[in-house]
Structure formats: C-alpha cells, structure tokens
C-alpha cells in the first residue's frame, strides 16, 4: 500500500539527536532556542516560541494575544477541529464563516459580515499547504482593529505573494507531527514578531513563570523537548527540498489526472501538505483505491460546525464547507514518492474517474 504521508528521516537526524543525548539535557533547552531562533528566521518573523504541538500552539497564541472569555474569534468551519477547539479553551466563542469553494480556504467576503463588536480575533487556516487570500483578510483586520492568527499547522515554507505563511498575521502557529511537511515527532511553533505576544507565550507554554518560581499569570505545561527539537534543526534543513519534491509530484497529477487539479491562485506558492481532489462518490472510490494499493486521506469528512462537540452551532449551514467535506479526498503526494508510485497513484484515480 502506497501511503498518504511518510516522514523522511535520515542520518542528520540521528546526529543531532546523540549530540542532545550525550549533553544529558532532554527537556526544553539550548536545542530549543536553537530551533526557535532558525525556525522563526526561516518563517520571517523576529521571535518563535516552540511547544508541544500545534494544538497547544493555537491556544497559547490566543491567550498570549489576551482572547479570553465574552470574545469572539471568526474562523472557518472545514479544518481539523483544534481551530475552534483553542478557541473554546479561552472560553471564548467561534463564529464561523464559509470557504472559497476552489481554495477550501476561509472566504474573505463573508468575514465581514461575521464581524461584530465581540469580535477579538479571525482565525485563518492554511488549509492542504496553501496560502489564504490575505490581503483582503488583513484590510479587514487592519481597518476594525481585529488580531489576525495563521493556523499554518499545514503549510510550512508556503507564501503569499513573498511573503511565508506565518509572518503575515500578529502571530502564526504550526504543527509538526509526523505527517506534516516536517516533522519533531510532535511539536508546534508559534512566530511573531510582537516581543510583547513572544514574551507572554513562551511564559503560558511554562506553568505561567517568568522566572524560576514566580508565576504572575496562568500558564501550562506547553513545552518542546530538546530531542523534538533536534529533530526539527535537521528537517528545517531540507522542508524547501520536500516542498520542491511535493510540487514536482503534483505537477505531475495535474498533467496526467483525468479530473480537475487543485487551484492555486496567483501570488500564491502551494506546499502540497495535500493533494486534494473531489469526486462524486467517496465510498466507491476509496475502496477502488485500497483494492489499488493507493492510500488516500479525508480531510475533513464532517466540518466543525456539525461535530457533536459543536452542538450549538449544528443547525447552522454552509453550504461549501458542507459539500467539500462530502467530496475531498486527498492521495499521496509525499516527497519519499518513487516515479512509479506516482504512475501507479495516476492508473488507480482514473481507472475510476
């Protein structure tokens, strides 16, 4: 079976990982600052703060950014469901607004009918590793005076118009479990470049302390090891080479797939965290694709708003978050691809479609 996602490891990793061992420091250290200063200069923003997973990076972002409970954050209801979840754990409320059908990301025209004067801060979602339309999104941010946070957990090294996901807004945050386009095992990275927002988050990701002992603030225990950390220095090395190789295999789709190619709109620079196709009847095209040999991904196959967490929010509808959620499936399009998996992926998807 072909799979959807396979991390790439290599000798580098094991390198970095025996020099952390051997210093007998394991927890949060020197490893991490170390991850943090070259991830951050990578995403292009002043200050990155590393912590346990994306998750957690989401919820310390809103709180370092002083979302708390009575606000409201806007966000997109097609994501995993740690987007509304960090919201609800600052004991604010999500308000979602509908997708670009073509993208799957948030669309810009509907947020500003979701504004209101609870409304803290909009939460955007990189979704599959491409850019959401900023510019517009910032305007609107810019002009009602509203926070802006990238959920980026799915598109490290992807760009809007020059500019990397996670510099654009007043902080970005990404995930770097093993299916992402890097890996720390798990791990997560929050980037800003507001030393006020750097300085609160990296205190919330360490029981609240801001020196040993003193807790001035609430905090938790958000914290990235030095192993995870090694790990992150070595795959940061190489995330532009897996990005390249994601975009060659999805060229190659787009050339050879007999259906239609995700879009990727202009200034935009796609990091293939998915490649995501729609058809008419999951069910039989998934199970022609495991009889195929093909592994394939549903990302999401009921959106936010619908899950039982969200009971409040089930009567409401959006339609293209609803549709896409019963169309998408994703097939692999993972750097470790041979040429003849990628022919092999190609016979299976149009041997159906």
């Known amino acids: 079976m072909i799979p959807v996602a396979k991390p790439i490891l290599s000798g580098d990793e094991l390198d970095e990982i025996r020099a952390v061992l051997e210093s007998g420091i394991l927890a949060q250290g020197e490893t991490v600052a170390r991850f943090e200063d070259r991830f951050a200069e ?27 409970e009575g606000d409201e954050v806007i966000t997109t209801p097609f994501s995993f469901i740690a987007t509304a979840t ?18 799957y990301n948030i669309d810009p025209d509907g947020i500003e009918d979701a504004i209101n004067e609870k409304t803290k801060a909009i939460i955007v979602v990189h979704l599959y590793g491409l850019p959401c339309d900023m510019n517009p999104i910032m305007e609107i941010a810019e002009e009602r005076d509203i926070l802006v946070v990238e959920d980026a957990c799915q598109a490290h090294g992807a760009e809007y118009y020059g500019r990397r996901a996670g510099s654009i807004g007043y902080a970005g945050v990404f995930s770097f479990y093993p299916t992402k386009n890097m890996t720390t095992g798990e ?9 006020k927002v750097a300085e609160r988050a990296r205190m919330i990701r360490n029981h609240g302390q801001s020196e040993r002992y003193v807790h001035p603030i609430l905090g938790y225990n958000y914290r ?14 190489r995330i532009d080479h897996f990005n390249e190789k994601r975009r060659e295999n999805a060229k190659y789709y787009d050339e050879n797939l007999n259906l239609e190619a995700p879009i990727v709109p202009d200034g935009c620079k796609h990091v293939y965290h998915q490649y995501t196709i729609q058809v008419e009847d999951r069910d039989g095209f998934t199970r022609h694709l495991e009889k195929e040999g093909v592994g394939y991904g549903v990302h999401y196959p009921i959106p936010i708003h619908r899950q039982p967490l969200m009971g409040e929010y089930n009567g409401q509808s959006f339609p293209c978050a609803e549709e896409a959620s019963r169309r998408v499936v994703s097939i692999p399009v993972h750097p470790a691809l041979s040429d003849e998996e990628r022919e092999q992926v190609v016979r299976a998807v149009n041997g159906y479609v």
Do not use: W
């Not at 990155?48 to 990076?57: D, K, L, M």
């Not at 004991?91 to 059908?101: E, H, L, N, Q, S």
């Not at 791990?187 to 030393?195: E, Q």
């Open 42 to 68: 990578y995403v292009g923003t002043d200050y990155g703060v590393a912590v346990s997973n994306g998750t957690t990076g989401l919820h310390a972002a809103l709180a370092a950014l002083g979302v708390g």
């Open 86 to 103: 960090s919201i609800l754990m600052q004991r604010a409320r999500p308000v979602f607004c509908d997708i670009d059908p073509e993208t």
């Open 187 to 195: 791990g997560g990275m929050i980037t800003t470049s507001d030393p």
């Open 224 to 237: 990235m090891t030095n192993l995870a950390a090694a790990i992150g220095l070595s795959q940061l090395k």
